[in-house]
């Protein structure tokens, strides 16, 4: 490869760490730590899961919903400052649920704001900005950095829960850990991230455009072995395709099952013999549902090493069916069934991760990287909404029946039906619609 910019000089790869940790905080602290607060909002207020749970749908329809604006956000700002005033938003909701959470209604509101908040200051401008500064090595860099919120969740809902505990059981020290966290996120963003690599005279991957094309011919006769656009498609055109709703249906009913499982594993847990405060760390309810999101370390990682070899509709309905099968066994999960407890994060929490990372590497190859922040607009708020109803509907069957056996059964059957729409999900043609 004769032009060849300067790879040790390229900011992409001093960018990529800073970023996984950027995104890690808003997902780790404010998305996954809640679960573990609620179980200590409950005993103190005495709320029903299914309320409880409203206030989390609510996190997850407005971290969908916030991608209508995150486009103009973004054409405006650039990704930097839309992920620092996220961060900010994120901060300033939770902080307030410390003083004033206690009342449902305002519980509810600032739900509404933290959910806007993690959507601004994480999933969209992060993908976006590992599509502008990577093409050569995509899939590697986007599981590496989506790993920070795997990585973030296995460790942070653990800090939040000890602080919790450390206080006397008092849950409103917990919005405040997570606000502290998300004011650094800012803080750290509007230092170390950049918008685009010519911002700063560079090109993606470091490489000059015509090496770039010659990376891309070379890898695709060997490593790369996926569907990429050679166009980047319209707008308007991606939307009248069949592809683009396969996927978002699809990945919309394997992410139902997905919240269903995890936010209400502190409280399955607790219920089938699991303690907070069990003086043995590894058979607390907060670590296995650490250990969830942990293994979707493997899932993440697996497609940054495959998804240049497998296509990734494959992979994510593979993930699908690792879903399924992970919640069947969280029904089964007690401390008389250790190995159900401890097998159902490892399938659950890996389908999670490989779908996660494999959901935008298809848009991205599928559609092309110009209009990926206005899809994303339209995708995510179903994308993102519709799985969360699966965190309410949940707890509300449960109040309703007194067990989760409803709530699985119908999650493992919508997530069957979207496995196999991934499977019928194949690259976009001219035309089609």
Known sequence: MTEKAKTGGFYGWVMMPLLCLVYSIPIGFALYGPPV????????????????????????????LGAFIIPWLMDRFGPRKTLAMGAFLTAGSVLLMAFAGQSYPVYLLLCFFTGLGISFGSVVPVQALVLLWFNVHRALVMGLVLGGGAIGGFIYPQIISAFIVASGGNWRVGWCVIAAACFIGAVVAMIAVRNRPEDLGQHPDGLVPSAVREALFDARSGRIRTYRSPVNWNFKDALKTKSIWLAIIGMSFIWFLWQSVLTQTPAHLSDRGFSMSDPVWFLRPTFIYGLILACSIAGRLSVSFLGE????????????FSLIGGGVLFWFASRDNLWAAYLYPLLVGFGFGASYVSYPLLMGNYFGTESFHKISAVANPITSGFPYFGAFIAGWLYDVNGGYGA???IACCIALVGSVLMLLCRPPERGQG
Do not use: H
Request: net charge positive; glycine share 12%; charged share 20%.
């Open 309 to 320: 070899r497998m296509e990734s509709r494959l992979l994510i309905a593979i993930a699908g």
């Open 407 to 409: 709530a699985v059964v």
């Open 37 to 64: 607060i609620y179980r200590f909002m409950q005993k103190d207020l005495s709320w029903q899961r299914g309320e409880i749970n409203l206030g989390y749908t609510i996190i997850g329809m407005m971290l969908g």
